[in-house]
């Protein structure tokens, strides 16, 4: 092909439209992502907002984007009226008790779909993928008589000790595929130096495995966190609440007959301080949420 | 009778003869009497090995006069020393804490061996957790099934609570410490199933603007007359309707009326009908005439004449939008107006007023009493105490300090009234309504909570405006919605 | 040393080998196992076996045979609508909400600054509690005082009722559940799918001068197809047991608008303690949404392309 003025100029106006192209498509990003930013951010400003007015500003006919005086005292005022702090605390004890028991039982049982052939497998996992099917309600009431049997209501038991015999469906499934995912050649160098099977999951797996377990622990801290249905199914107590379930007080149903003040103020200070745990958990998991998701290639 | 009986078989006739015993003293604080009169029982049968049945009871009921007699001598001491439980007390998330506490403690200083520990249940889901700790056998020993709520029937058909009857006649307690209406809800089949725990007239009444009146020249109505009759409560609805600027809601509205099986009861029985005629097994709405001008006045107002808000509309609720004049007037009761009083802020806007509805032609007044018992679980074995307590919270003491201290409406003792009307001069107007209100007809299969769904539901759709429906064929949807709820078996 | 002692005691190894493998197997599935006879199969059977009875909880459960049955088939005059009105429910939610987080993980993924905090900012509403999400929703969205229909009317555009009106509540609750959703786990599952597209086939597109779109259609698209049918399934058995925002936001109304079939078996297990009749209604419910999955699973050779698989 010849260069001369004619093809370098072609090539020149080519690349030229190539780049602004380019530019078209970063500005269109940039519009989209803003927007979309806007809409999933303004119901969240709003819930700050609110948090900050008085309830007569909140139930006053014009609303207010922005209180008139912020009254950072709806802050201590929610933890002086409900046992925030303690509710809150509980959630934490109930993802304490049970996520260590999840990873653990769902690694396992990965592992085992994942690693060893055995008669029944490909149908256990068949099953196992079909739980997911199920709805709870199916479920909800003999799981409730169950564990009345046991003398497990109002107790955390039937919270926590559930993760502990296998986890949820879509973990196993995530750490199944990251597990095969791991070429077997590490499995069968150390079967050479004599591993048994717990030292080769412990030692050379589980290692290997941090961003799908990283992205187990978050889901799972995520799912207990805001859980609405099992601790309000399960516990009557009010010193055992979790955050989730103790919204419920302040909700407007809650005032009918007393003084017929809303507490819709306080329900949005509540929303707003139970959101910042998870947002700061995501902050810092974010890389490796990602991570794990990417690297158990998620295909059916 | 020539077949010999085994010690199995005389054990066991002894036994459930002593039984017998027991439930016919039926008093938990006899219970160890009772234990050593069992023994005695048994002794005797074996001695004798031929037994006759009619020697056996005989022998029975003499032991039985014994111990009667023994009740009646140390009953005071024994009630003392009986004075001694681990008891738990469920109650209502909104009932403001200091209150139950309050009361826990103060019972524990009389009787510093009971233990009352307080188990809170929210508002959302109170019967579906009390069922479920029945079922489980941890049901609290001083629980709540309100006779409001529908709750109750079901509770006593299911051997939830117990009856308390006995232990009223043993303290020969006066019933009519508190208004009558209030002890009649918590009768079912001639037995009492607990005493008064809150209660209210509502709803009865319509609580207006008065400044309204006062602005329109026009005589406001005494708080306490049941002259003003449904045509001019009518025409003020219209008067102070201001129809809407442009797009949006109207201005003012004329009356809100909340949609519920309250609203729909109270006016019927304000046209001189029925909703749910008084056995509980038939909707009145779509057969009898009067039930039929009520709703009819209803749909005319919410749909052809559109002077009452949507749900929804209010944002705030009715009581702001009636205290900032948003809103004429709206349907309550005595609690409401309560509430209403506390709501007014601005007097240049809004100055409470009340209009009762109209005397009926059979001389009632239109009125559905609210209200509920505490009620002792009838698997409690700590009865006499549980029954101690309840007295303690329905007592005089406890009613004012559920009114004052825990904010609720608790008008259902003659003898707190007057500390409440120092607290507000609304007590005062009614108080003849507390004395002669209607009470409610509840379903009698208990289906409380069907018939609230199917109401709101329906009613919902019927008083549409944005797409009405004709009158009749609402009327008849919403009557068979009922009638369906109403036909079911007893829950 | 004959050959037939070599290949036997070759098979015995293997035997045991196997064996021990099938041991390990087990031992390492076990407490799942448990955990699944226990409380799933354990219960599913209880739940099977309530069906053919009365029980309030309150009294023991008496058996009546199919009667249950019989009255959600052919008496329930709430069932079937309900079980409409929840595929209707999942006909709008689950299409959008994958476009939809298709489209955000798209443009987090595209190489522009800030995509962390973005990330991060769509991720948020998913964390929100339901509870407060829903009276936040209602305000929002008032039919007369929020500030949705305030701007609506402002710019001359007729306000729908929102949450008070039938026709609107629905598609509603459908907005609101996207907002809680488009921007959580399915787009970071998304995003996870779009990483893992090997670079050289877009480079090969671009070098054959496909632009911007086409790219996205012929490369992206196809190899996105098995994380879609991922989400797609997951996304509509989730989208047919929608019930907390359903009973938190509209409480089913108004007139039953959304009225779910989710809303209707908790209402009859809990409110008004029919749990024979409940189970009932979970178990045809359940073998719908298995049904569907399987339908899904079966049409799925025909669009699903998984790439390294040929």
Known sequence: MMINAATLSASRSASEQARRRRRITRLLTYALLITCGLIFAFPLFWTLSSSLQTWQELRSYKPHLIPAVPQWGNYPHLFQIQPMARWMLNSFMIIFLSLPGGILSATMTAYAFARFRYPGRDVWFIIMLGTMMIPSQVLLIPQYLLFFKFGWINTYYPLTVPSWLGGGAFTIFLLRQFIMSIPRDLDEAAIMDGAGPIRILWQILVPLMKPALTTVAVLGFLGTWNDFFGPFIYLNKAKLFTAAVGLQFLTAAEMIETTREPRDHLLMAAAAVMSLPVILLFILAQRYFVQGVVLSGIKM | MASKLSRRELIKRGSIAATGVLLSACQPKVVEKVVEVTREVEKVVEKEKVVKETVEVEKVVEKEKVVKETVVVDAQAQKKAAMKAEMSWAFRADIEQPWPTERADSFTDMYPDVHIEQVVLARSDMYPKEYAMHAAGTLPDICFFYHSHFQQWRAIENGVVMPVDEFANNDQLDLNEWFPVFIDMGMYKGKLYGLPSWGWSGWDCITINSLLLEEAGIEAPEPTSHATSMDTITEWIFKFYDPPKGDGPAERFGISIGIGDISFETLCRAFNGYFISPDGTKCLIGEDENANQAVKWWYDLAVTEKVTPVAGELAAGEYVAWAEGKLAMFMTGSLGVINAERTTRDPQVCKLGNIMFPTRKDGKIPSQMRGGHWNISAASKNGAVAWEFIKHLSGKDGTIGFNLVANQGALVRPDALPYLKGKSPVYNWFEQNLMDGMIIHAPANSRGSELGDAIAQNATRWFDRRDPMPFEEGMMMFHDAVQKVLDLPMG | ?310
């Not at chain 3, 809680?180 to 086939?201: D, K």
Request: aromatic share 16%; glycine share 10%.
């Open chain 3, 1 to 310: 040393m004959t050959t037939a002692a070599t290949v036997s005691t070759a098979r015995r190894k293997r035997w045991t080998a196997m064996r021990r493998e099938a041991w390990w197997g087990y031992f390492f599935m076990a407490p799942w196992l448990i955990g699944f006879i226990g409380l799933t199969l354990g219960p599913g059977l209880a739940s099977l076996v309530l069906t053919l009875t009365r029980y309030n909880v309150l009294r023991p459960p008496e058996f009546i045979g199919l009667d249950n049955y019989v009255q959600v088939l052919t008496q329930d005059e709430l069932f079937y609508p309900s079980i409409a009105r929840t595929f209707y429910f999942a006909a709008l939610f689950v299409p959008l909400a994958i476009g939809g987080s298709l489209l955000v993980a798209v443009l987090l993924n595209s190489k522009v600054n800030g995509t962390v905090l973005f990330r991060t900012l769509f991720f948020v509403p998913s964390l929100v509690p339901v509870v407060a999400a829903a009276v936040l929703w209602g305000w929002l969205f008032n039919a007369d005082w929020g500030i949705v229909n305030q701007g609506l009317r402002a710019l001359g555009i007729p306000a729908p009722g929102w949450f008070s009106d039938r026709q609107w509540a629905l598609p509603t609750l459908v907005l609101m559940s996207l907002w809680g959703s488009v921007g959580g786990t399915r787009m970071i599952i998304f995003l996870a799918g779009l990483q893992g597209v090997p670079e050289e086939l877009y480079d090969a597109a671009a070098i054959d001068g496909a632009n911007a779109w086409q790219r996205a259609r012929h490369v992206t698209l196809p190899l996105m197809t098995p994380t879609i049918f991922f989400n797609l399934i997951l996304g509509v058995i989730g989208a047919l047991q929608v019930f907390t925002s359903a009973f938190v936001a509209t409480r089913g109304g108004p007139s039953y608008a959304t009225w779910f079939i989710g809303l209707h078996i908790y209402k009859h297990a809990f409110e008004y303690f029919n749990m024979g009749y409940a189970c009932t209604l979970a178990w045809l419910f359940a073998v719908v949404i298995i049904g569907l999955t399987i339908i899904q699973q079966r049409l799925s050779s025909r669009w699903v392309f998984y790439y390294g698989e040929q």
